[in-house]
């Protein structure tokens, strides 16, 4: 750690401990990818602003108190390393919102009728595209990619069905393995289609030949946990998952955290957040997609640069 970094962990540090749970957590992490000329040497004015803005949580005043003390671009390998949180712009983002069609022995799927109404409330603050998905690993190793390169920075609110779930589930990490067939489709038909060249789809037990085991979103999931559980009107509880399962919802995340990663190497805004949603009543999915938009707008706030 150089004197100048170690300076403004030092200026972190010094706040009173009362106030350190207000801080955004990614600041000190931001922070240490600077690189700063030497703390000492700026004007009283300049430092004493910092500060101010680190005391009280002001993420827009912190984040160009921090630009402006380093001019230069940080190099692309790093930018990965920068939190989500920092660089959502609704100005500027897409908000794509997805649930998934009808499938096997599921006559309904509630992830429909959630993600409706998830998406019209949303769209009232934010650009938003809605898509109910068919229920296929061909589509799911292709969508995220497709969307961002004809929309830009975007996030991604994915809805899922789990039969046997009882409580909603926020997905933290998507793992590069599959069971099973597409819907109305063969596991044969799932392999020969893994052959082809143009796919990225690796069958059986694969979604991806040079992916990682597993990739983790950084969406502020503990926070949008507890806005959630906090709800008066909250019929199911919310918790946290580090298993997605091993079909289409897991493929879907799995890819687009990949093409999430891709973008962000490229210095562009890009995020995915996936949400399992259990056994519900159509009329309680609509209002359980209200619910989530009340908290994701809530966290989205907190997020704008």
């Known amino acids: 750690m150089n004197d100048s970094t170690r300076a403004l962990s030092a200026l972190i540090d010094a706040q009173p401990s009362w106030v350190l749970p207000h801080i955004d957590p990614g600041l000190p992490r931001l922070a240490r990818l600077f690189s700063f000329g030497d703390l000492g040497e700026l004007p009283d004015h300049d430092r004493a602003a910092l500060q101010r803005a680190l005391a009280r949580g002001e993420r827009r005043a912190v984040r160009e108190r921090l630009f402006a003390l380093d001019p230069t671009r940080m190099p692309d390998e790093r930018l990965e390393e920068l939190p989500a949180s920092w660089w959502f712009n609704p100005a500027q983002a897409h908000v794509v919102v997805t649930g998934f069609q009808p499938f096997g022995p599921h006559p309904d799927n509630p992830s429909a009728h959630t993600s409706l109404a998830l998406a019209n409330a949303l769209s009232q ?181």
């Open 125 to 305: 603050t934010f650009r938003v595209h809605h898509d109910v998905l068919p229920v296929t690993f061909e589509l799911a190793s292709v969508f995220a990619g497709a969307q961002l390169t004809e929309r830009g920075p975007t996030l991604f609110v994915q809805l899922g069905y789990d039969a046997a779930g009882e409580t909603l589930r926020l997905e933290r990490t998507a793992h590069n393995w599959r069971v099973g067939a597409s819907e109305g489709r063969s596991a044969a038909s799932d392999e020969r289609n893994a052959s082809d060249p143009r796919s990225e789809e690796v069958a059986p037990g694969r979604l991806s030949v040079t992916g990682p085991p597993a990739l983790a979103g950084d969406f502020p999931f503990a926070e949008l946990q507890r806005a959630l559980n906090r709800q008066r009107d909250a019929r199911q509880a919310t918790t946290l998952s580090d298993d997605c399962g091993s079909y289409v919802c897991n493929a879907l995340y799995y890819h687009s955290l990949a093409a999430v990663r891709e973008r962000r190497h490229r210095g562009e805004f890009a995020d995915a957040l996936f949400v399992h949603v259990p056994k519900i009543e159509p009329t309680a999915a609509r209002e359980l997609g209200y619910r989530l938009a009340d908290a994701l707008i809530e966290q989205l706030e907190r997020m704008e640069p």
